[in-house]
């Protein structure tokens, strides 16, 4: 069955960093980009990041470069989103997703087709 798994979520205090998983099972994740999303209460869905499957080419949401790092362990059928410097309105629910096969992070949407149930990183002090 295929899924994606979410976790490391909490609260963390503004400046603070977490560290979010997505671990993938029912396929190989090494064949496929993967992206991450976010939504808070009373917003659109935003895609964060999105790193390729084939030369590990990495893209970020202007609201978060410079503070989060996506990265991949294949052999984990692990994606990591590493998020710095927290900000409050970092705050929302993180989802991973594939992209189709055969599409890249860069094709136009939409591109996605399997979703994780998401994790809640709130930012407070």
């Known amino acids: 069955q295929l899924q994606l798994v979410e976790s490391g979520g909490g609260l963390v205090q503004p400046g603070g960093s977490l560290r979010l998983s997505c671990a993938a099972s029912?396929?190989?994740?090494?064949?496929?980009?993967i992206g991450w999303f976010r939504q808070a209460p009373g917003k659109e869905r935003e895609e964060v990041s999105c790193i390729s499957r084939s030369d590990g080419s990495t893209y970020y949401a202007d609201s978060v470069k410079g503070r989060f790092t996506i990265s991949r362990a294949n052999i984990k059928n692990t994606v990591y989103l590493e998020m710095n410097s927290l900000k409050l309105e970092d705050t929302a629910v993180y989802y991973c997703a594939r992209v189709s096969q055969h599409l890249s992070c860069t094709s136009p949407t939409p591109k996605y087709d399997y979703w994780g149930q998401g994790t809640q990183v709130t930012v407070s002090s």
């Open positions: 029912g396929f190989t994740l090494a064949y496929y980009a």
